[in-house]
């Protein structure tokens, strides 16, 4: 079998390389050969829309001229010198995040991608603070590497939390479409963040470095905080000297339609994880930055961390370029107006599909939650169920692959995070797949 051609392009894949967070047996990945805008073409001829940038980090689409100019230029210049020497990307990159981010953050450090960011978060805040508890949330995802898997409170981090790095605090999440404590709107005075404060008197506030939680939820459901949430999670923490890591890998970069989502609530974390959005994928590149604070202390210590392919030259160009096209393009506009797009168009699906329990969504970060009951908010398939027991769900994933969209589902979330310069036309194509996977679900809610 020829190796170029689609069916030998599959089985060298399949055969000879290891997929993410899957079985490998059974597996039948798009095949990808190219990809321009929101599209992704495979070798057999057949085009995808992207209605979740891959993994919510192609933010600028595919091949933007643009960034692929500024890449080759700098390829042919400099690609990598270790991380002990300047260069000129590195310091334009570093000035230009200074300038984006709250003006409390000062001084980056760079990775090559988002759980990165959060492990040397977490060193410098132990390091910095002297303390070692982490409170983080259950319903969080902050990277796969030890620190970060244990960091997270994703059921991801079960199969290796026998091995967990020591020192994480999960608390309970301001998920208000299934309050803990059976709140409502109307009814809630914020006993989530209570809970919080509570759980830190447990811990003993002096043994707690930081308060790390995502900008704005991603992969645990979108659940959207409420209105003040980050202003009282930043006076506990301001209370007891406790610092705040906003990790922006998922929700930075434009994609809640903020250069960063904790900028939405105007409070001022003491470091920022980035990512992702960061390149938009065109190479990979994370980031750490630190408020000034951190930054004069690591004046008169040693700062303990470091990676052979930090300040990667090609990377932190990259990411410069990919910064002038969200500014070119005013993409954090089009992030809000496609958003409020978005979800006016899913109140129309709503009133089509019952099996839509609800759609939490910020800028171009958003979720579909699928029930079986509006009233009892039953769910479509169980929280956290096995592949095995995806039932209606894996037809539904089945039915998006069938009519052209690629997209993230999980249990029964459907996620709708398109690249940020994305058009009303594509928005509507994409719920119009959605929607015919949709009375799938419609059936079962109706018992047929
Ligand atoms: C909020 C958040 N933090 C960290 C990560 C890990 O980033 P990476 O996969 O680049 O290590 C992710 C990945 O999805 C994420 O969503």
Same mark, same amino acid.
């Given at each position: 079998?020829?190796?170029?051609?689609?069916?030998?392009?599959?089985?060298?894949?399949?055969?000879?390389?290891?997929?993410?967070?899957?079985?490998?047996?059974?597996?039948?990945?798009?095949?990808?050969?190219?990809?321009?805008?929101? #599209?992704? #073409?495979?070798?057999?001829?057949?085009?995808?829309?992207?209605?979740?940038?891959?993994?919510?980090?192609?933010?600028?689409?595919?091949?933007?001229?643009?960034?692929?100019?500024?890449?080759?230029?700098?390829?042919?210049?400099?690609?990598?010198?270790?991380?002990?020497?300047?260069?000129?990307?590195?310091?334009?990159?570093?000035?230009?995040?200074?300038?984006?981010? *709250?003006?409390?953050?000062?001084?980056?450090?760079?990775?090559?991608?988002?759980?990165?960011?959060?492990?040397?978060?977490?060193?410098?805040?132990?390091?910095?603070?002297?303390?070692?508890?982490?409170?983080?949330?259950?319903?969080? #995802?902050?990277?796969?590497?030890?620190?970060?898997?244990?960091?997270?409170?994703?059921?991801?981090?079960?199969?290796?939390?026998?091995?967990?790095?020591?020192?994480?605090?999960?608390?309970?999440?301001?998920?208000?479409?299934?309050?803990?404590?059976?709140?409502?709107?109307?009814?809630?005075?914020?006993?989530?963040?209570?809970?919080?404060?509570?759980?830190?008197?447990?811990?003993?506030?002096?043994?707690?470095?930081?308060?790390?939680?995502?900008?704005?939820?991603?992969?645990?459901?979108?659940?959207?905080?409420?209105?003040? #949430?980050?202003?009282?999670?930043?006076?506990?923490?301001?209370?007891?000297?406790?610092?705040?890591?906003?990790?922006?890998?998922?929700?930075?970069?434009?994609?809640?339609?903020?250069?960063?989502?904790?900028?939405?609530?105007?409070?001022?974390?003491?470091?920022?994880?980035?990512?992702?959005?960061?390149?938009?994928?065109?190479?990979?590149?994370?980031?750490?930055?630190?408020?000034?604070?951190?930054?004069?202390?690591?004046?008169?210590?040693?700062?303990?961390?470091?990676?052979?392919?930090?300040?990667?030259?090609?990377?932190?160009?990259?990411?410069?370029?990919?910064?002038?096209?969200?500014?070119?393009?005013?993409?954090?506009?089009?992030?809000?107006?496609?958003?409020?797009?978005?979800?006016?168009?899913?109140?129309?699906?709503?009133?089509?599909?019952?099996?839509?329990?609800?759609?939490?969504?910020?800028?171009?970060?958003?979720?579909?939650?699928?029930?079986?009951?509006?009233?009892?908010?039953?769910?479509?398939?169980?929280?956290?169920?096995? *592949?095995?027991?995806?039932?209606?769900?894996?037809?539904?994933?089945?039915?998006?692959?069938?009519?052209?969209?690629?997209?993230?589902?999980?249990?029964?979330?459907?996620?709708?995070?398109?690249?940020?310069?994305?058009?009303?036309?594509?928005?509507?194509?994409?719920?119009?797949?959605?929607?015919?996977?949709?009375?799938?679900?419609?059936?079962?809610?109706?018992?047929?």
């Amino acid at each position: 079998m020829a190796e170029s051609n689609a069916e030998g392009i599959l089985k060298n894949n399949l055969q000879y390389t290891l997929f993410s967070w899957s079985k490998q047996a059974g597996l039948n990945p798009i095949n990808a050969e190219r990809a321009e805008g929101c #599209y992704v #073409y495979t070798h057999e001829g057949k085009k995808y829309l992207d209605f979740c940038s891959q993994l919510f980090n192609v933010n600028l689409g595919h091949s933007h001229p643009k960034v692929l100019a500024a890449m080759k230029k700098q390829l042919e210049k400099l690609c990598y010198v270790y991380p002990g020497m300047a260069t000129e990307p590195r310091g334009l990159l570093g000035k230009k995040l200074a300038e984006i981010t *709250p003006k409390n953050l000062t001084k980056t450090f760079f990775t090559l991608g988002g759980a990165e960011a959060v492990e040397n978060a977490i060193k410098v805040a132990r390091m910095y603070s002297g303390r070692h508890k982490i409170i983080t949330r259950y319903r969080s #995802y902050h990277g796969a590497t030890m620190g970060a898997i244990s960091a997270g409170g994703d059921p991801r981090r079960h199969p290796v939390d026998q091995n967990a790095m020591p020192g994480i605090v999960h608390v309970e999440d301001p998920y208000c479409y299934r309050c803990p404590w059976t709140k409502t709107i109307s009814s809630c005075d914020y006993e989530c963040v209570k809970h919080i404060e509570r759980v830190i008197l447990f811990e003993n506030p002096e043994n707690i470095a930081a308060i790390l939680m995502e900008g704005e939820s991603g992969t645990s459901g979108c659940i959207k905080y409420p209105p003040e #949430y980050w202003q009282r999670i930043k006076k506990i923490a301001e209370k007891h000297r406790i610092l705040l890591i906003s990790d922006e890998v998922m929700s930075g970069f434009g994609r809640c339609g903020n250069w960063f989502a904790i900028q939405n609530s105007g409070v001022e974390p003491d470091m920022i994880c980035m990512a992702k959005g960061i390149t938009s994928a065109y190479i990979p590149l994370g980031a750490l930055i630190v408020s000034n604070e951190i930054a004069e202390f690591f004046n008169e210590h040693t700062m303990n961390i470091g990676l052979t392919q930090s300040a990667y030259a090609l990377g932190c160009a990259t990411a410069l370029a990919c910064l002038q096209v969200y500014e070119e393009e005013k993409l954090i506009e089009n992030t809000w107006n496609m958003g409020k797009y978005l979800e006016d168009q899913i109140e129309v699906l709503k009133r089509r599909h019952i099996c839509i329990g609800d759609f939490r969504n910020t800028g171009l970060l958003g979720c579909l939650e699928l029930v079986k009951n509006r009233e009892t908010k039953e769910p479509l398939v169980p929280w956290n169920c096995k *592949p095995s027991e995806m039932g209606v769900m894996a037809k539904i994933i089945k039915k998006i692959r069938d009519l052209g969209m690629y997209t993230f589902v999980k249990w029964n979330w459907i996620f709708i995070a398109p690249p940020l310069n994305v058009t009303k036309d594509d928005i509507d194509n994409g719920l119009a797949i959605i929607s015919k996977a949709l009375i799938l679900a419609d059936d079962v809610c109706k018992g047929e």
